[in-house]
């Protein structure tokens, strides 16, 4: 079988317009095109307007908008991080018609996990950086494979996933949070492992930047290889696929490794950022994250969504926790405004034009 | 031909729970053949190829490629080994592009690693221009019309550059023009040696195209024969055990009186929705035990008007006037339309017409449930009462009421579309595409329905492809151009060249 | 400059008589009754003091968020902060950079490390834990008896405390066993069904040392259910003096005791009037606040003493 | 207009079968029909593994299997009751394929409004019930208003619903749990509303009793009524029931209001059980409901599933909650056995012969 001959463009059939040198441009390209451009960055109409409602409504305290400030800003986007980074790895799932509900307790566990190994088993950063992402990818990884080899749906899966997390966390820790203390002495963890809890020239927390490269990492991969193409096709017509040679249990599979594994980076930067891991850490994680995979437009069915509206549905919550706390809105409202205010930012998403 | 086949099939069986989809199958495909397979709805033609392209892996009997036994884990075992199959249902995902559709699973690479994006988009657009498609390769599979869908699958299949090319119906959601770059195409690659298999229930079709012809019968071999010099009855014979009679009936009764009556009606989208043609100036009457074909190429807006018609259309404003007995009528909703006696037979049978999980008879009866309830309970035996009759008038082939739709055969799931919309009691009824994939003999039995049906009263409206379908079974043909009524042609003056030029938009000169 | 927020701007300087102040108030979560006490009794005994506003955030049981709050907080230029840390580690770090700004930290209930707060008020849940065992081991149970724990959210540290000093308190009677204990997550309904399967399988208990009232009661519940309401001895701790609370349980008999654990609300607008208005400097750094035992007896004198609602 | 022939089945073409008079009758009854029938009750079998393991492991004390005394029994029964009414009202939720989160906060909304009305407000039980029970149904027909007009995913919707539903519970009762004392006095609620924490003979629970009626009623409904079908087939294939006639917007609205109602009715029944009506109560109980109705067998993309599957479901929650704590089993270990058992009842439900 040779593959398709690349040079075949030029050898297109007699009556077909005259030839070119670059096909793809002369591609039809019509209003509806540029409708569907338009509404390509939907997932963002949310978020530019919960934003800009945030500037209006912002206190002002010497002729300064505090919601602007750089301060407040980068304290969102610290705020969010780790939300971020578990709701990077919910895409994926989501994205192949899944739900991952354990990442809030991967996350306790991971914290867990790197305080214990760094103040009581005396270990260095590298190594228990690399041994909790393990655990971490290897539990999404063990979910991922009940999922797919049994057949159980994956809400069940990792609801029991997450009970089981929890309690492992709890066993390991002995039920208390383990703090860590920074220094070279015993029962003390590398200092170099309180960065995370720093900032880059003062301004770019430490968490913030993972989680921008993180999710500019994310949404190059969605965009540009074959493992994307394969996750929207299992979302999109699972039976379709498998048909194509689609190696759909190794896709899932990796898809719940991959949630694990960031899931899991969550908590090291969670534990880094509280200079303790505690087995609590992370409960009701899991709802903000999916919360934020939806909010950007991503379809709990599965099969369409991006990477994009992940991130902006991210920092539209932290925007929106934000500006209620700056106008210091009593909890209660709090939680019917931001209710109101989620429905809304869905709400903008359905303007755009649908297909069948 | 050559000599040693490229793929010897011995001794195939498969059996589905009580069901014997395929007994005891010897099969051929030699280099450079057309080999057609034959067969009424459920005769096990899609479970043979199935096994033949991996998707059944389980079965009695052996395969041999190149004289090879070869026994396949999975699809792409089977396009290993050079084996390239169109599935008889659409199987694409929506939310991909047609070219990430094309090369699902083989997804070219740069060097980086990453996908080729361009040089995908290039050679889609280059295997869809051979087929005559001008389709953007950036374009959402999902906004596609199921023609063009039709078109992408059959493009996917040609870029494997199989040697064996298995077509299970390709052109059932095609139009006659599409149906003509396809057998350029299919001709080229016989010249080339790739052997193919095709199967199709439109018999002109395989005199045209077919070297050969296997027929299947209950899942057993009936009998091969050369589909250039046996005769249609011949065919029709072996494949259904017995001689149909007069495929189309003559002698229609006087039509009545006007039922619908649609002036200028046109649909201005509130959203624009690409690949969607709205009414944009229908004008035509049905009248009451007449059948009114609608015809038009692929894109027309025949599937689109339907909808409308329904109250099941995209929304819009809608413009023009309807009438149903002279009063008017805009329904909301398909309720709306079944509540004035508007019933709608869809062409996407899978996607819009079944709930493929649920029984045949939970599907049967869900539009009539009104009728077999009492304060909101079910009447179960009136229901089995109901199903049964259906079934059986309709000769729908199913191992019991209680199967899941999904397992029966295509054909057999349009039958069962059909029951479900006929025991809505209907005065119009709206039929899109309503024999694709139906055998010959059921169509007869179909025609003959519509035919009782019309005589009894019934306003039918019925959009085809298939043009003899059309001459012989309606009184008038209305033709579609670009949403617009071109043509309304009597049974007299309708011809397949008239329908042909005025579908082409040859009578509206300021389109072109 | 005017933008950096603390500019010198050391909040003792600017204390007096006759201004507003804003006070933070970041509570660790809501959901508890016991810290929404605690906020009433902040916002109450702050609307007795002119001047005071105080803006009260729930982090709802997460670290990270009382974090996001607390910088919140100081993003808007508060005047004073109190704090009820959800746990000690996680805020040390937000609490100091507000201390360091120049920013009052009173911390309430829980410390948080190091001591970058101005001061801390709060109760000593091993101190409560071992008046609870020794009211069972010289009063309720001075024959010793069989006791079930119901224990709080497995992982908290009241809970653990609440544990330990019991365990230390009934060590002076062997007589007293502890046959089981379960948690109930601090819940009123995991207390009763946790209590349900405790009495199927130690029917013989004599009492139940829940480590709160709400647990208490849940527990009581079930044994009504069961019938043995009567002949099992409930205790429980907090004695809010609401009307859901433990000390109007013990009013209306269900409780035999339960043990104060003080919010430190009012005590902390007092401390944070002496710091702003007053402009007094030395505040004592940590105030333990002692419990009271509550039984029959002085149930309804304290309610009244504690300001609780009718 | 004449129906379709119905003597067509004279018309028959040669060679089918000679005519028969009850033709559903003489369906190819074998085997696998036998087989059939048998995994037709396959929701039943987690529940019966967990219930004859509960046995074996439970502790005997007098020579009485103390699991299996009626008193324990019926604890179970009790305990289980309100997760598995409001489980009722979530599987028709599950079976059109949304999903419901904010049964939770509604419990708690309607134990408040419970307390409230009948202490603060002075009223009688009959007014309280139905005005709560009005507002869960108009809460939850409001959520189903916004998915069934606007498009948003349940998830969405409903997640705004539990904050919002949080939120007014807080407001209405200031924050703090409303005891209900009863008496006739003011600020006393009618003796007879205790009966909810009672029981019929002293061995009936009330609230069981309430469950098991809710969940009879509820199976013969989804067995036999045409909303059912119309329920099914949403969940099956909307397009297709839309085209059918099937008035998919108002079953959907139908469908997110009785859920409401019944969380409502399960936060009246919390209220009684608990003398108190707390905001804070039912936090995470939707999570539970959700697991009770998928372990029961139905799938979370709706359009399969069964009523008793989600009773078995809730009951195998409960005996397994119950055996635990018997046996008493640190509360660590307690999580991750229940995350197992949760998964293997799941993969109980897998052993049915597929459809290809
Ligand atoms: N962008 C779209 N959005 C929604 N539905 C679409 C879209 N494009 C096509 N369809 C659906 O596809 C079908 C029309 O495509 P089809 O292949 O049937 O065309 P056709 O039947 O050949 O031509 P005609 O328009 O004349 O019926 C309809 O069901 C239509 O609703
Ligand atoms: N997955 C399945 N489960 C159960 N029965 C099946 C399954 N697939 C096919 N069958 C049955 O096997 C028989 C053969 O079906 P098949 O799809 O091969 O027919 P076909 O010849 O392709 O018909 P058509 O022309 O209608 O497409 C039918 O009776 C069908 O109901
Ligand atoms: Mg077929
Ligand atoms: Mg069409």
């Given at each position: 079988m ?47 307007a ?7 409504v ?15 800003l980068?304290n ?30 991967v ?7 790197s305080?214990t ?12 950086v690399?041994i909790v992402?393990?655990i971490?990818t ?11 080899r ?43 492992f ?51 040679g689609?190696?759909?249990r190794r896709?899932?599979?990796?898809v ?11 908590g ?20 903000d994250?999916?919360?934020?995979v939806?909010i950007g437009?991503?379809?709990l069915?599965?099969g ?13 919550l ?30 903008l998403q ?7 | 031909?050559?000599e ?49 392209s ?8 052996t ?5 090879r036994?070869?026994?396949?884990g ?52 280059e ?16 906004s ?23 077509m ?15 057998f ?5 690659l ?58 189309f009936?003559?002698g ?73 007995d ?14 004035r006696?508007?019933?709608?037979v869809p062409?996407?049978?899978?996607g ?32 089995r ?27 057999n ?34 025609y ?20 003899p ?17 071109v ?9 397949q ?8 938009g ?7 | ?6 500019g ?19 509570q ?14 902040v ?10 506003k105080?803006?009260v ?23 004073l902060l109190?704090?009820?840390?959800n746990e000690?580690?996680p ?16 911390v ?6 190091g001591?970058?707060?101005?001061a801390?008020?709060?109760g ?15 009063t309720?149970?001075p ?14 540290t009241?809970?653990?405390e ?17 046959v ?6 601090w ?8 209590m ?15 480590h ?17 309401e ?8 907090d004695a ?10 013990v ?32 505040v ?11 039984t029959k007896?002085?149930?309804a ?10």
């Amino acid at each position: 079988m040779t593959p398709p001959n690349p040079t075949a463009v030029e050898e297109a059939p007699a009556g077909t317009p005259p030839p070119r040198r670059r096909p793809s441009l002369r591609l039809p390209r019509d209003r509806h095109a540029l409708v569907d451009n338009f509404f390509r960055f939907q997932s963002l109409f949310g978020l530019v307007a919960v934003f800009l409602i945030a500037i209006a409504v912002s206190p002002v305290r010497n002729g300064e908008n505090i919601f602007l400030s750089s301060g407040n800003l980068a304290n969102i986007v610290r705020a969010v991080s780790e939300i971020g980074i578990i709701a990077v790895g919910m895409t994926f799932v989501i994205l192949i018609g899944g739900i991952d509900l354990s990442v809030g307790a991967v996350l306790g566990l991971a914290a867990v996990g790197s305080a214990t190994l760094m103040v009581d088993s005396g270990m260095g950063i590298l190594p228990t950086v690399l041994i909790v992402l393990l655990i971490g990818t290897a539990f999404g990884a063990t979910q991922g494979a009940i999922v797919a080899r049994i057949g159980i749906q994956s809400f069940i899966v990792t609801l029991a996933g997450l009970q089981a997390a929890r309690g492992i966390a709890r066993m390991w820790s002995g039920g208390l949070g383990v703090p860590i203390a920074y220094g070279d002495g015993p029962k003390e963890a590398p200092e170099a492992f309180s960065l995370l809890s720093g900032s880059i020239n003062g301004v770019l927390p430490v968490p913030a930047v993972l989680f921008i490269a993180i999710g500019i990492g994310a949404l190059l991969v969605l965009r540009s290889t074959a493992f994307a193409r394969h996750v929207y096709a299992i979302g999109g017509n699972e039976k379709a696929a498998r048909l194509s040679g689609v190696p759909v249990r190794r896709v899932r599979i990796t898809v719940f490794a991959i949630s694990g594994l960031l899931a899991a980076l969550a908590g090291i930067i969670h534990a880094g950022q509280l200079n303790q891991g505690s087995p609590n850490d992370g409960s009701g994680y899991e709802l903000d994250a999916i919360a934020a995979v939806v909010i950007g437009g991503t379809s709990l069915a599965g099969g369409s969504g991006s990477m994009g509206g992940t991130i902006a549905g991210a920092l539209l919550l932290g925007i929106l926790n934000n500006i209620l706390a700056l106008n210091n809105i009593d909890a209660n409202v709090q939680l019917v405004v931001k209710g109101l205010v989620i429905v809304a930012a869905a709400a903008l998403q359905k303007l755009r034009p649908r297909i069948s | 031909m050559t000599e040693r086949p490229l793929v010897r099939m011995t001794g195939i069986g498969k059996r589905f729970g009580g069901v014997q989809a395929c007994r005891d199958i010897d099969l051929t495909i030699a280099a450079g053949e057309v080999h057609a397979l034959l067969g009424e709805n459920g005769a096990g033609k899609s479970t043979l190829i199935n096994i033949l392209s991996g998707v059944i892996t389980d079965y009695d009997g052996t395969i041999e490629v190149d004289g090879r036994p070869v026994s396949f884990g999975g699809p792409v075992d089977a396009q290993r080994a050079g084996i390239a199959t169109i599935h008889q249902e659409l199987d694409l995902v929506a939310g991909l592009s047609i070219a990430e559709n094309m090369f699902l699973g083989r997804e070219p690479r740069t060097r980086l690693g990453g996908v080729d994006i361009r040089r995908m988009r290039r050679q889609a657009a280059e295997h869809l221009r051979t087929l005559g498609a001008d389709l953007d390769p950036r374009r959402l599979v999902g906004s596609l019309r199921v023609g063009e869908q039709q078109l992408v699958e059959i493009g996917r299949a040609l870029s494997l550059d199989a040697r064996v090319l298995i077509m299970d119906e390709p052109t059932a959601a095609l139009a006659d023009a599409e149906v003509e770059r396809l057998f350029e195409t299919i001709k080229e690659l016989r010249r080339a040696g790739v052997g193919i298999v095709y199967i199709s229930h439109r018999m002109a079709e395989l005199e045209v195209i077919a070297d050969r012809a296997t027929v299947l019968r209950n899942g057993g071999l009936a009998g091969t024969v050369d589909p250039r010099t046996a005769s249609r009855d011949e065919i029709i014979q072996l494949m259904v055990g017995r001689s149909v009679d007069a495929l189309f009936g003559e002698g229609r009764n006087e039509p009545g009186k006007v039922l619908l009556d649609v002036r200028n009606l046109a649909v201005t989208p509130r959203r624009p929705t690409p690949g969607r043609t709205e009414p944009a100036g229908v004008d035509l009457t049905v009248r009451t035990g007449e059948i009114v074909g609608l015809a038009g190429l692929m894109g027309a807006g025949r599937t689109e008007l339907l909808e409308t018609l329904f109250g099941a259309g995209g929304s819009g404003r809608r413009s023009g006037q309807m009438t149903i007995d002279g009063r008017p009528y805009g329904p909301h909703g398909p309720r709306a339309a079944l509540a004035r006696g508007v019933a709608f037979v869809p062409e996407d049978r899978r996607g819009a017409g079944l709930m493929l999980e649920h029984s045949v008879a939970e599907n049967v009866v869900l539009s009539a449930l009104a009728t077999l309830t009492t304060l909101g309970v079910v009447r179960r035996q009136a229901v089995r009462r109901t199903v049964a009759e259906q079934l059986t008038a309709l000769a729908v082939k199913a191992a019991s009421p209680a199967v899941a739709a999904a397992t029966l055969s295509g054909g057999n799931q349009q039958k069962v579309v059909f029951a479900k919309q006929l025991l809505t009691q209907p005065r119009l009824l709206l039929l899109d595409e309503p024999t694709r994939g139906v055998d010959i003999g059921a169509k007869a039995e179909i025609y003959r329905l519509l035919h009782r049906l019309a005589d009894a009263g019934m306003a039918i409206l019925l959009a085809s492809s298939e043009l003899p379908e059309l001459l012989s079974l309606c009184d008038r043909v209305v033709v579609l151009h670009r949403g617009r009524t071109v043509a309304t042609l009597p049974r007299a003056s309708a011809t397949q060249q008239a329908i042909l030029a005025a579908a082409n938009g040859d009578d509206a000169k300021e389109t072109r | 400059k005017a933008g950096d927020g603390n500019g010198g701007t050391d909040a003792a300087a600017e204390c007096g008589s006759g201004k507003e102040f804003l006070i933070g108030m970041s509570q660790a979560n809501n959901a508890e009754p016991y810290r929404q006490v605690m906020n009433d009794d902040v916002s109450n005994a702050a609307k007795d003091v002119p001047g005071f506003k105080v803006v009260v955030s729930d982090a709802a049981q997460d670290n990270s968020k009382q974090v996001a709050d607390v910088e919140n907080f100081i993003s808007q230029g508060i005047n004073l902060l109190i704090i009820s840390p959800n746990e000690a580690k996680p805020l040390t770090a937000v609490v100091k950079k507000a201390y360091d700004q120049g920013i009052p930290v009173i911390v309430l209930d829980r410390k948080v490390e190091g001591d970058a707060y101005t001061a801390f008020i709060g109760g000593d849940n091993v101190a409560i834990g071992k008046a609870a065992g020794e009211y069972y081991a010289k009063t309720l149970l001075p024959q010793g008896g069989k006791v079930v724990e119901i224990s709080g959210l497995p992982g908290s540290t009241p809970a653990a405390e609440r544990a330990q000093g019991f365990r230390e308190g009934v060590a002076s009677n062997p007589q007293i066993q502890i046959v089981a204990s379960q948690t109930a997550e601090w819940l009123r309904e995991k207390g009763q069904s946790v209590m349900d399967a405790m009495l199927k399988a130690n029917p013989d208990i004599n009492a139940v040392y829940a480590h709160n009232d709400p647990m208490a009661e849940g527990a009581y519940l079930a044994a009504k259910a069961a019938g043995k309401e009567s002949t099992i001895k409930f205790t429980g701790i907090d004695a809010l003096p609401v009307p859901s609370g433990g000390i109007k349980a013990v009013e209306q008999g269900r409780l035999q005791a339960t043990f104060q654990y003080p919010t430190g609300g009012r005590e902390a607008i007092d401390m944070a009037k002496k710091i702003l208005v007053d402009c007094q400097k030395d505040v004592p750094k940590t105030t333990t606040l002692g419990t009271t035992q509550i039984t029959k007896d002085n149930a309804a004198q304290v309610y009244t003493q504690l300001g609780g609602k009718q």
